[in-house]
């Protein structure tokens, strides 16, 4: 990697800059002047992708997972793409100068990976009509900006159905990072699964109002074994509460990757994210000239997401239980908001023979039965 393109991004974001390089000859048309509908990509030439992310690649959580998904795209097209991610970009100003740096250097494709990327992702792309934006959990889209996400409901609902399964104290914690619907609603389809299998049990959340801090969510995960929580979960990115939960003897599950290295014991399974399909398949179109703007929200039954291997300290009646809820989303005959569905106040906000719509989970902000406490507001 050239130097000077190191201290360039790490100017831009404080950011840690690592470039990955296929075959191919660089790209001598920076602004990415294409006609629409065409590839961007001279015959010979690799596609260069860029990728943006807000932790480092070594959090084996939601950045490693993309960084994953990153790798498996450029071992699919050998020779045909040459990548380039930013890690530990903030959200915002940040991130907005490490987006066009990215569009100017010629990355044809460009992958912004956090929520907060949203607005400066739809800025940047206004600037770059000819370079191609796919931005991961957001809702804003233009010509030449997509959007993408899991349906991280489903495999928190399996979690969920495992908890309540191997709860004694039926309190569960659940670590945070910040009060948005994506993390709301992977909160409530966890408390539906829990409380299918165990209508008895609650579910406590502390909020760390960030993606990555390992000694935050250390922290939280302490404060709710405090309350009482014998099984722990998380929407964060580091391994900090499943090592926690090692330490102390308890259960927890991971998120993003497969956590199972980090407790062997207390690691029963993990809502895992699976890019690498999608990544390719987004890297082809633009090289065949087929790419267009929409919404992509993708399940288990389409590769996206999943649960990792079941710890084997799970009773076979439980994970026969769990497997076949799973085979159940992918057949598309179960939802994690089935009504009825409750809020915590007793109201029913989904009628039986129902489902929770996708706009109405994308501006999910209150909390289904069996969750205590209330939604704070998120800091800005």
Known sequence: MDRRQ?????????????????????????????????SPVAANEPLKVGFVYVGPVGDFGWTYAHDLGRREM??????????????NVNEGADAERVIRQLALDGNKLIFTTSFGYMNPTIKVAKDFPNVYFEHCTGYKRAANVGTYLGRFEEPRYLTGMIAGKMTKSNIIGFVGAYPI????????????????????????VVWVQSWYDPAKEREAAQALINLGADVLTQHTDSA??????????????????????FGAKAHLTSAINKWGKFYTDKALSVMNGTWKSEDVWLGIGQGMVDISPINPIVPQDVQQLVMAKREEFIRGTAHPFAGPVKDQKGAVRVQKGKVLQDKEQLAMNWYVEGIEGSIPKAES
């Open 74 to 87: 450029e071992a699919n097209l050998q020779g045909k793409v040459r990548s380039t991610f930013v890690e």
């Open 6 to 38: 190191f201290i360039k991004y790490a100017s831009l974001a404080g950011a840690s800059f690592t470039f990955v390089a296929c075959s191919g000859d660089k790209s001598n048309n920076p602004q990415g002047e294409v006609s629409p509908g065409t």
């Open 181 to 204: 619907p994506e993390v709301i609603r992977g909160i409530n389809s966890f408390a539906q699964g829990l409380r299918v299998v165990n209508p008895k049990a609650k579910v406590r």
């Open 240 to 261: 900090a509460v499943v090592q926690l939960a090692e330490e102390k003897g308890i259960f927890a599950f991971g998120y993003n990757t497969d956590m199972s290295r």
